[in-house]
């Protein structure tokens, strides 16, 4: 039930939402480097359930505990392995749910993979939960990246049918991303934030839910990363992007907009840089990715996310040991907008995947 992505450094994930704990075992890291742990716990908080009317209820601290792999705060290049407690279960409300499945759940999917077995209090081992253990690994590598000037910032591009302001795909304003992070709604106008908030505001009021796209930029990463064809640099990071409870959909640089573009108007028309020795694309409709491989632009990634499935209206379904059809009500406390708390989560991902790449480029870290 564990899952593990990365060839260099490698993540394999454990443990359930309703579990005594989750964390995960990360191989492949670097030796020496110190990790700034009140950073990383700040990290962790843009993620961290029960912060605002606009989220989940369910509070937890989502403090780390490591095990190996951390000495004296400086990484000793030793897997490192760490837990997170569970301490705030309502396991009581999903009682039901072993027979009902939830619409638009992997209730049904999973006892048809492992059985009537399989633990599914809050969404077990495929709960949004199992995203804390993500932003632990990749807050560690976002670090590491930094440590080479390499920046990775996101916002949410849009919610429901209300979008963000355009970012400049050749000179993406990080700062202003960064600082749109630390908000409840991760947008950069401040506007269009206060009405994404009335909005998810008034599907939590319906009992409904909304869904929303992802918008990551990564500034500094070196050209000439990847590889051509199934081991691309979107390869990888579409694949562990998929590892995102909630994800249907990833596009990079101007993605399904491409389609009705003409050649013209989507060509990266190559030139050179103000320093005379850098090559540059004028545009950056690939997003900083040719045949697989990094071209030295910002990449962007786009990530789109379903609404929330679990809503408290009244819904159809069917009893597994009845085989009849009925309807459900679910309990419990959700996200009318997992969007939202979805910023930092690709933002983890992202810095573990290119950190990936990174390291067999790398003698040393420092």
Same mark, same amino acid.
């Given at each position: 039930m564990s899952s593990q992505f990365g060839k260099t450094l490698t993540l394999s994930t454990f443990g359930a939402s309703h579990g005594m704990a989750i964390g995960a075992v990360i191989d492949g890291l670097p030796c020496g480097p110190a990790i700034d742990i009140e950073s990383l716990q700040a990290f962790l908080k843009r993620r961290a359930p029960g912060q605002n009317r606009l989220?989940?209820? =369910?509070?937890?601290?989502?403090?780390? $505990?490591?095990?190996?792999?951390?000495?004296?705060?400086?990484?000793?290049?030793?897997?490192?392995?760490?837990?997170?407690?569970?301490?705030?279960?309502?396991?009581?409300?999903?009682?039901?749910? =072993?027979?009902? #499945?939830?619409?638009? $759940?992997?209730?049904?999917?999973?006892?048809?993979?492992?059985?009537?077995?399989?633990?599914?209090?809050?969404?077990?081992?495929?709960?949004? =939960?199992?995203?804390?253990?993500?932003?632990?690994?990749?807050?560690?590598?976002?670090q590491l990246l930094a440590m080479k000037g390499i920046q990775v910032a996101a916002h949410c591009y849009s919610i429901g049918p209300i979008k963000d302001m355009i970012i400049d795909a050749v000179h993406p304003d990080m700062e202003a991303l960064i600082k749109a992070g630390q908000e409840t709604v991760p947008m950069v106008d401040v506007t269009v934030r206060e009405d994404a908030a009335q909005y998810i505001d008034t599907m939590r009021k319906e009992q409904n839910s909304t869904g929303g796209v992802v918008e990551v930029f990564v500034t500094g990463y070196p050209a000439g990363i990847g590889n051509p064809n199934f081991d691309g640099v979107e390869n990888r990071l579409a694949s562990a992007f998929f590892g995102?409870?909630?994800?249907?959909?990833?596009?990079?640089?101007?993605?399904?907009?491409?389609?009705?573009? @003409?050649?013209?108007?989507?060509n990266?028309?190559?030139?050179?840089?103000?320093?005379?020795?850098?090559?540059?694309?004028?545009?950056?409709? %690939?997003?900083?990715?040719?045949?697989?491989?990094?071209?030295? *632009?910002?990449?962007?990634?786009?990530?789109? *996310?379903?609404? @929330?499935?679990?809503?408290?209206?009244?819904?159809?379904?069917?009893?597994?040991?009845?085989?009849?059809?009925?309807?459900?009500?679910?309990?419990?406390?959700?996200?009318? %907008?997992? @969007?939202? =708390?979805?910023?930092?989560?690709?933002?983890?991902?992202?810095?573990?995947?290119?950190?990936?790449?990174?390291? #067999?480029?790398?003698?040393?870290?420092?």
């Amino acid at each position: 039930m564990s899952s593990q992505f990365g060839k260099t450094l490698t993540l394999s994930t454990f443990g359930a939402s309703h579990g005594m704990a989750i964390g995960a075992v990360i191989d492949g890291l670097p030796c020496g480097p110190a990790i700034d742990i009140e950073s990383l716990q700040a990290f962790l908080k843009r993620r961290a359930p029960g912060q605002n009317r606009l989220t989940t209820q =369910r509070k937890e601290g989502d403090v780390p $505990h490591f095990l190996s792999g951390l000495v004296d705060g400086k990484l000793s290049g030793s897997p490192l392995a760490f837990y997170i407690e569970n301490t705030n279960q309502h396991s009581k409300d999903y009682g039901n749910l =072993r027979d009902i #499945p939830r619409p638009s $759940h992997a209730d049904y999917t999973a006892q048809l993979r492992y059985g009537e077995g399989v633990d599914m209090r809050g969404g077990g081992h495929f709960s949004g =939960r199992l995203t804390a253990p993500l932003c632990v690994a990749g807050g560690i590598a976002l670090q590491l990246l930094a440590m080479k000037g390499i920046q990775v910032a996101a916002h949410c591009y849009s919610i429901g049918p209300i979008k963000d302001m355009i970012i400049d795909a050749v000179h993406p304003d990080m700062e202003a991303l960064i600082k749109a992070g630390q908000e409840t709604v991760p947008m950069v106008d401040v506007t269009v934030r206060e009405d994404a908030a009335q909005y998810i505001d008034t599907m939590r009021k319906e009992q409904n839910s909304t869904g929303g796209v992802v918008e990551v930029f990564v500034t500094g990463y070196p050209a000439g990363i990847g590889n051509p064809n199934f081991d691309g640099v979107e390869n990888r990071l579409a694949s562990a992007f998929f590892g995102v409870p909630g994800l249907k959909g990833i596009a990079f640089g101007s993605g399904f907009e491409a389609s009705a573009h @003409t050649g013209a108007e989507e060509n990266d028309a190559f030139t050179m840089a103000a320093d005379g020795q850098t090559i540059v694309t004028k545009t950056n409709h %690939c997003g900083g990715i040719q045949g697989g491989i990094t071209n030295g *632009m910002p990449l962007i990634i786009k990530a789109a *996310m379903k609404p @929330t499935p679990s809503i408290a209206q009244e819904q159809d379904s069917v009893s597994l040991s009845k085989k009849e059809n009925t309807k459900l009500i679910i309990k419990g406390r959700h996200d009318p %907008c997992i @969007t939202l =708390r979805a910023v930092p989560v690709f933002e983890a991902v992202t810095a573990l995947v290119l950190l990936d790449f990174l390291l #067999p480029e790398m003698k040393e870290w420092s």
